[in-house]
């Protein structure tokens, strides 16, 4: 049964939540409306770091530095349940790569403010260290855009980010299988691991986020100061 309105929450999704076959058939979160909306202060970066090699890095947002730089965040509001958003948090890895952040924001239809429920980056990652994201991975957000759609301008912004694009040559498939073998399987039993240990709110305790930071950071050295140099870079850098 749906919420009343009265007792949802608004939550912004810029990402591959925009997607309905992500976000409702996959996910199973049934909103009770959407609406195409911005939020003026923060602008869309791919600050989430993923893995080399098939998804380097995911969107996140972060906050605009320069007022006079026109390069907003739009998306989509959706309506939801507490129950529905605490499922958004656990389906967007319970805490280990996002924090939740209330932000202002404002309806694309009318103008009207709003404040929502958004996800941000847990770590700080600098701009001159972000990856590219995967054509697979963007190629959702320009769908999601295209599906809502959010102003042109944007879904033309999209269209032209960068992606990466993993080179056909034997020795870096070869280089992509090594890498792949090992840590695909860590990223595996993290997620069964995010889904055995969450709480109520969708997210993992403090101990879990201590050993996926290990994991993750373990991962991108070894990727930039050794496997890169031998086989190839997995990021798009």
Same mark, same amino acid.
């Given at each position: 049964m /749906?919420?009343n309105?009265?007792?949802? =929450?608004w939550?912004?999704? $810029?990402? !591959?939540?925009?997607?309905?076959?992500v976000?409702?058939?996959?996910? /199973?979160? !049934? +909103?009770v409306?959407s609406e195409?909306?911005?939020?003026?202060?923060h602008?869309?970066c791919?600050?989430?770091m993923?893995i080399p090699? !098939?998804? +380097?890095?995911?969107?996140g947002i972060r906050?605009?530095?320069?007022e /006079?730089?026109?390069k907003?965040v739009y998306?989509?509001?959706y309506?939801l349940?507490?129950e529905d958003?605490?499922?958004?948090?656990l389906?967007e890895?319970?805490?280990?790569?996002?924090?939740?952040?209330v932000?202002?924001? !404002?309806?694309e239809?009318?103008g009207? +403010?709003?404040?929502?429920t958004?996800l941000?980056?847990?770590?700080?990652i600098?701009? =001159?260290y972000e990856?590219l994201p =995967?054509e697979?991975?963007?190629?959702?957000l320009?769908?999601?855009?295209r599906d809502?759609s959010l102003?042109?301008p944007?879904q033309?912004r999209?269209?032209?980010?960068a992606?990466?694009h993993p080179?056909q040559?034997r020795? $870096?498939?070869?280089?992509k299988w090594?890498?792949?073998?090992?840590?695909?399987?860590?990223? $595996?039993?993290i997620?069964r691991g995010?889904?055995r240990f969450?709480? +109520?709110d969708?997210?993992v305790? /403090?101990?879990?986020l201590?050993i996926?930071?290990?994991l993750?950071?373990?991962?991108?050295?070894y990727?930039d $100061?050794?496997h890169c140099?031998?086989?190839?870079r997995?990021d798009g850098?």
């Amino acid at each position: 049964m /749906k919420p009343n309105e009265t007792d949802a =929450s608004w939550y912004f999704a $810029y990402g !591959s939540n925009m997607v309905s076959d992500v976000f409702v058939t996959r996910r /199973k979160i !049934s +909103p009770v409306r959407s609406e195409v909306a911005c939020i003026k202060s923060h602008t869309l970066c791919f600050n989430i770091m993923g893995i080399p090699y !098939s998804d +380097p890095a995911m969107a996140g947002i972060r906050a605009i530095e320069d007022e /006079k730089e026109d390069k907003a965040v739009y998306g989509v509001a959706y309506l939801l349940s507490q129950e529905d958003l605490h499922r958004v948090v656990l389906t967007e890895g319970g805490g280990i790569a996002y924090d939740t952040a209330v932000l202002d924001g !404002s309806l694309e239809r009318d103008g009207s +403010p709003i404040r929502v429920t958004t996800l941000i980056g847990r770590h700080a990652i600098e701009l =001159s260290y972000e990856r590219l994201p =995967s054509e697979r991975y963007l190629g959702l957000l320009v769908r999601g855009a295209r599906d809502h759609s959010l102003p042109e301008p944007y879904q033309n912004r999209l269209a032209a980010h960068a992606t990466f694009h993993p080179l056909q040559t034997r020795r $870096y498939q070869i280089g992509k299988w090594l890498f792949s073998s090992f840590w695909q399987r860590v990223a $595996y039993w993290i997620e069964r691991g995010v889904h055995r240990f969450k709480g +109520p709110d969708g997210c993992v305790p /403090k101990w879990f986020l201590i050993i996926f930071d290990c994991l993750l950071w373990t991962m991108w050295i070894y990727h930039d $100061y050794v496997h890169c140099h031998l086989w190839g870079r997995g990021d798009g850098r």
